[in-house]
């Protein structure tokens, strides 16, 4: 397997629970190096919790364990790399400095940023310190191409992980797609079969 790219996950992609779900077993994996900050965590709870009711406590509970599955996901001291992005969206500044924070850390050559929001990153900023924003769906195909065995691993553990209630193959397919990823969703239930297995 190829080495782990380093990412890191805004708040929009750990929002989705299935989408968080498969990018923490990729993380577990060892498929991806996956990395996110306090704020990131802030704001994905805070919208979870206004949105479905979500207790505090459950929300923390899986801010727990999120941390420690990923090992040295958590970043910190990177505010100081916002203010080279002056392009980037003011809100998102803090993504940017916190993906050129672990790439520098971790020693790769570049860093990728996964997000919804890609019209909020500047490209050019991005690129000038080694550095892309993708979407999920878009990484999540270009990671299934590269190491087919490893992420469809990463989604059997996900899918045996769902046990309140249990969820099929397909079911499991058909969430993800339903937030956004249809091209992984696709091609991942093209891979390993729509069936119960």
């Avoid at 100081?80 to 003011?90: N, Q």
């Avoid at 397909?170 to 239930?189: H, P, T």
């Amino acid at each position: 397997m190829p080495k782990p790219p380093v990412i890191v996950l805004d708040a929009c992609v750990l929002y989705p629970a299935a989408q968080r779900d498969l990018f923490m077993w990729l993380a577990a994996g060892g498929v991806v190096r996956a990395h996110w900050t306090d704020q990131i965590h802030k704001e994905w709870m805070r919208n979870v919790e206004r949105n479905y009711g979500i207790s505090r406590d459950v929300l923390e509970r899986v801010r727990t364990l999120m941390d420690r599955a990923a090992g040295d996901a958590l970043i910190t001291g990177y505010r100081r790399y916002e203010r080279w992005f002056p392009k980037t969206d003011a809100k998102d500044r803090h993504v940017a400095a916190a993906a050129f924070a672990a790439r520098k850390h971790s020693g790769a050559a570049r860093a990728i940023i996964v997000t919804w929001n890609l019209k909020d990153f500047d490209r050019k900023e991005l690129a000038a310190v080694g550095l892309i924003a993708e979407t999920p769906d878009v990484f999540a195909c270009r990671l299934l191409e590269k190491s087919p065995e490893e992420v469809a691993a990463a989604f059997f553990r996900m899918r045996d992980n769902l046990r309140n209630p249990p969820k099929t193959n397909k079911e499991c397919v058909e969430a993800l797609a339903g937030q956004g990823m249809k091209a992984f969703s696709r091609r991942i239930g093209e891979l390993i079969g729509k069936s119960k297995s």
